[in-house]
DNA sequence: TAAATATCTAGTAAAACTATAGGGTTATGT
DNA sequence: ACATAACCCTATAGTTTTACTAGATATTTA
């Protein structure tokens, strides 16, 4: 039941865009930098959030990434659902595709999983990016921790 | 954000035994044959539900399983904290063996993942064995499903 | 004693995860 | 023009996890 460094990754990386983009868009490698993760790792994980858009970039020289709308209207069940896929502690009650098996109708742990699902739903869907990104402004001076260990959130 | 086959198959034999109990312990090929499960890999499984207390075993023959304690004192997150660790989305926020990384303080991330641990944690915790033991008898007949295929619950 | 049952210790093939790397092209501001 | 930066495609390698399988031993009841 753990989330992959693609969640984990992708959300501090669109908390970054959210507190930089007042100063326009945000490169790649200076989210990286920051966030101490590596630039390449995080141009992959770019892509499916551009596609869903929740992030517009904006090609050539100071060009980068902002967010694709408002931050008030961008939850962390948004961009987790992004990368992680549908959020679901077992696959028969995935709600994008659902893989039902034969037991479904008399299975009695399911219920469990359903009430799970929608719980942890609403959860992530209960904080807006903007929440997150006003909770701490960036650190001052722009310290980058480049501490490979630092990665566990 | 899955659960492994741990937890899943665990679950099932758990409320298996609580249905099963009133006729005596059961063994765990009579478990794996019901749940369509690999009788040596439930055995896995067992050890360390019973190091937990969660079951009794019983060796010999017309031994078997029993549960460790009241069904009703039993909850599943009781159980699939044994099979799948403690439950939370990211180590840092880990209950037992909080692995924290340097940026804990400043980390805008974390309190969305405590929040959701606790939530995990409520939910799993406020269905016990005997909720789900009452809410379907066994199948009458004894009918069983051996395909391999309906394992994902 | 014989059958039934749990228990212990390993091994292992496949998949997923977590990146890293190469080798570009296209678009844009200055 | 030129530097900057996104975009695109592919591959791959090391590690960890998953989901079992296998063989042997210990214990108990009938």
């Given at each position: 039941m753990k989330l992959s460094t693609k969640g984990r990754y992708g959300l501090r990386a669109m908390v970054d865009i959210a507190q930089q983009q007042d100063a326009g868009p945000v490169a790649i490698h200076t989210i990286a930098q920051r966030q101490s993760l590596s630039s390449r790792y995080l141009e992959q994980l770019l892509i499916p959030l551009k596609q869903a858009g929740l992030v517009k970039s904006l090609r050539g020289a100071q060009g980068g990434y902002v967010l694709g709308r408002s931050a008030v209207k961008i939850t962390v069940g948004d961009i987790i659902r992004v990368l992680e896929?549908?959020?679901?502690?077992?696959?028969?009650?995935?709600?994008?595709n659902p893989d039902e098996c034969m037991r479904a109708e008399h299975c009695v742990t399911r219920k469990v999983w359903t009430r799970l699902r929608d719980t942890m739903n609403e959860v992530l869907d209960s904080y807006t990016l903007e929440d997150l990104a006003q909770e701490s402004m960036p650190l001052a001076g722009g310290a980058i921790i480049d501490d490979d260990l630092d990665n566990k959130c």
């Open positions: 896929g549908p959020i679901a502690p077992v696959d028969c009650v995935n709600e994008i």
